[in-house]
């Protein structure tokens, strides 16, 4: 597995990437309205690119040439988004992911909002959740976790 900056190039993999991923992943834990609401407005490959280039830093994990997970660090320190392609769950996509961000992160508390689906992997990677919450996407409530986790240098 390489871990690498995101390029321009990869908005197209990666919007396939999160779709497929919170389709399918995520489906044992969201119902399917909650799922379009979800993804509603995340489709398409423009919309990912300007979310990655504003971020502080966005990577890449790449297997055999392939996309299979990217993460991005907003400048507040709030680990934004952490997807892993479907077909490459428990592999360390995650894991190697997370731990590229947090190297990368100057702060002193690193945070994430995490889906019930990504709270146990989350919780093995260190984060504590500080609240539950719902969050209102379209006409549809979605429960996630605001998790954080002390930086160590």
């Not at 979800?38 to 300007?50: D, L, Q, R």
């Not at 992997?121 to 996630?144: A, D, H, P, W």
Request: glycine share 6%; charged share 25%; with cysteine.
């Amino acid at each position: 597995m390489h871990i690498r900056h995101y390029k321009t190039e990869d908005a197209e993999a990666i919007a396939q990437l999160f779709l497929g991923t919170v389709r399918t992943i995520n489906a044992r834990d969201y119902t399917a309205e909650q799922l379009a609401a979800w993804t509603a407005g995340n489709t398409e490959p423009s919309v990912w690119h300007a979310k990655l280039t504003s971020a502080k830093i966005a990577l890449v994990a790449e297997m055999d040439g392939s996309i299979v997970g990217f993460a991005d660090l907003t400048h507040e320190g709030v680990l934004d988004h952490l997807f892993v392609h479907k077909d490459f769950q428990r592999r360390g996509v995650g894991r190697a992911l997370c731990q590229a961000i947090k190297e990368a992160f100057d702060g002193e508390m690193l945070q994430t909002f995490a889906s019930i689906t990504a709270k146990p992997f989350f919780e093995s990677m260190g984060f504590v959740v500080l609240k539950e919450q719902t969050v209102k996407r379209n006409s549809e409530e979605l429960i996630n976790y605001l998790m954080v986790k002390m930086a160590k240098k």
